[in-house]
């Protein structure tokens, strides 16, 4: 079982950064793939950026490839979301999801395990 808390949302002006946090319990999350999801008022929940157990990443090319890097930090059971030149449609809850396998997974309904959400918000 893993339980996951993300952190690190809130208000920021268009141009600017935040980090989210995805801190998890469980002795084996080391070998946990990690995704970022986000989802939009009215809007499906959508893929942001993954990374596998060996670090290997994947992201929405078409939405934050380049602006955003996931990265993780095993010792500290944690997974980041560094979000650079944000952008008002960047605006969304992001959750961070595990999966115990051996890749990186782009799919909602391939992840195991949820957390409860952080809300970005991007003022104009």
């Known amino acids: 079982q893993v339980q996951l808390v993300e952190s690190g949302g809130g208000l920021v002006q268009a141009g600017g950064s935040l980090r989210l946090s995805c801190a998890a319990s469980?002795?084996?999350?080391?070998?946990?793939?990690v995704g970022w999801f986000r989802q939009a008022p009215g809007k499906e929940r959508e893929f942001v950026a993954a990374?596998?157990?060996?670090?290997?990443?994947?992201y929405n090319t078409n939405s934050v490839k380049g602006r955003f890097t996931i990265a993780r930090d095993n010792a500290k059971n944690t997974v980041y979301l560094h979000m650079d030149s944000l952008k008002p449609e960047d605006t969304a809850v992001y959750y961070c999801?595990?999966?115990?396998?051996?890749?990186?997974?782009?799919?909602?309904?391939?992840?195991?395990?949820w957390g409860q959400g952080t809300q970005v918000t991007v003022s104009s």
């Open positions: 990374i596998s157990f060996m670090h290997a990443t994947t």
């Open positions: 469980g002795r084996t999350f080391s070998r946990y793939a």
């Open positions: 999801a595990a999966k115990d396998g051996n890749y990186y997974y782009t799919l909602s309904n391939e992840y195991d395990y």
